[in-house]
């Protein structure tokens, strides 16, 4: 079963260096990186906290946006593409089940997300250093920033599986995938908030918001992150709102989304008949 998956893996990245993903990926996340690192130099000094603390902070809010949108770029080509190309017809003739495709493609665009945290966030962080120091702490949070980056790539890699399988057409699921990262990156939280103000104080706003936020595999990715800052004026106005929650439930929610999205993704790849 693992050399299936790896032989799968190896194939996907292949086809993803060859469309230049990972070059791709890897590029925007040091050029974002790196401008958020030096936007965010002038306010350490008022702070009193050192550039990377802050870097940190800026990159934790880049990722909500980035990651998604570059994993669903990766994966809502992943089952529609090889059906509309006949690969996954081929695929299938072979003794490979449909979760062992689906893991060698995580594992391959896992991989290329990887890269490009690895690379973006370590340049950022040399910069951040170099500039304005750092500490134990700041570095912990990078490291923390960085594999939890991958988590939030997991989640909405296996959402673009399940997209992909639905949709079973590229165009389609393009579409689909770009309306699911808007929902869940911007409208969602817009929601949210609208939802507050009706509210006034009541029930949603004392006792569901917060689990509101956990269902959100995005918000629980920056509240998990934000909600240690060491100034408070580095953390959202959603971290703040969600303290009353301890931070490994927002960690468990970017655990369990990976798996109930490859979960979803199987079922719906089961349907197809290549």
């Known amino acids: 079963m693992i050399r299936r998956i790896l032989a799968i893996a190896r194939a996907e990245m292949l086809i993803a260096l060859r469309n230049r993903w990972v070059l791709i990926a890897t590029a925007l996340m040091v050029l974002f990186s790196l401008a958020l690192t030096f936007a965010g130099s002038a306010p350490t000094g008022q702070l009193g906290v050192?550039?990377?603390?802050?870097?940190?902070a800026s990159m934790t809010t880049l990722s909500v946006y980035l990651v998604p949108l570059l994993a669903l770029l990766m994966s809502f080509d992943a089952i529609a593409g090889d059906i509309e190309r006949g690969g996954l017809a081929l695929l299938l003739s072979y003794p490979v089940s449909r979760a062992e495709v689906l893991l060698g493609k995580l594992t391959a665009h896992l991989g290329a997300l990887l890269i490009a945290v690895v690379v973006g966030y370590g340049i950022a962080g040399?910069?951040?250093?170099?500039?304005?120091?750092?500490?134990?702490?700041?570095?912990?949070?990078?490291?923390?920033?960085?594999?939890s980056a991958l988590l939030l790539g997991a989640s909405f890699l296996a959402i673009g599986y399940a997209v992909s399988?639905?949709?079973?057409?590229?165009?389609a699921a393009a579409g689909l995938a770009i309306g699911l990262w808007i929902l869940f990156v911007v409208l969602y939280d817009l929601g949210l908030l609208g939802a507050l103000v009706m509210d006034n104080g009541g029930l949603f706003s004392t006792r569901l918001f917060s689990w509101f936020l956990v269902a959100n595999p995005a918000d629980?990715?920056?509240?998990?992150?934000?909600?240690?800052a060491r100034d408070?004026?580095?953390?959202?106005?959603?971290?703040?709102?969600?303290?009353?929650?301890?931070g490994r439930v927002f960690l468990l929610?970017?655990?369990l989304w990976p798996l109930l999205g490859l979960a979803l993704a199987r079922r719906l790849l089961k349907r197809v008949e290549p």
């Open 232 to 246: 408070p004026s580095l953390a959202t106005g959603f971290s703040g709102a969600a303290g009353g929650l301890d």
């Open 165 to 171: 399988a639905f949709a079973r057409s590229p165009g």
């Open 253 to 255: 929610s970017l655990l």
């Open 50 to 56: 050192d550039l990377l603390t802050v870097s940190v």
């Open 220 to 228: 629980a990715f920056r509240i998990f992150n934000l909600s240690g």
């Open 126 to 147: 040399v910069a951040a250093w170099m500039v304005g120091g750092a500490d134990a702490s700041s570095l912990a949070a990078l490291f923390q920033l960085g594999w």
